[in-house]
């Protein structure tokens, strides 16, 4: 009776702290939630800063002529371009 007894401790106790679903898995479980979760932080933080940009380039005119002034050269019809050219190294 105390060998079965033993034993069965043993098995129990060499499944809490070896098996494939243990104590280890668990706590490497428990990390990579902990990970997990301040991916999904980091991402929502990103998110809503996405957010942000997409609707001040839908709704914000400011916004909407700084990036049509970079990145199509757009002016004002009352503006003044004055356009310099550089020598070329073979004059």
């Avoid at 479980?29 to 609707?55: D, G, K």
């Avoid at 909407?64 to 002016?75: C, S």
Wanted: aromatic share 4%; hydrophobic share 45%.
């Amino acid at each position: 009776m105390k060998i079965g007894a033993a034993f069965g401790i043993c098995v129990i106790l060499f499944t809490v702290f070896a098996g494939d679903r243990g104590l280890p898995a668990l706590i490497q479980a428990q990390r990579r939630a902990a990970e997990l979760s301040a991916e999904i932080t980091r991402m929502r933080i990103v998110n809503a800063r996405l957010r942000a940009r997409t609707e001040s380039l839908r709704s914000d005119p400011g916004t909407i002529e700084r990036i049509a002034r970079e990145t199509l050269g757009l002016v004002r019809a009352d503006e003044l371009v004055v356009v310099t050219v550089r020598p070329s190294a073979d004059r």
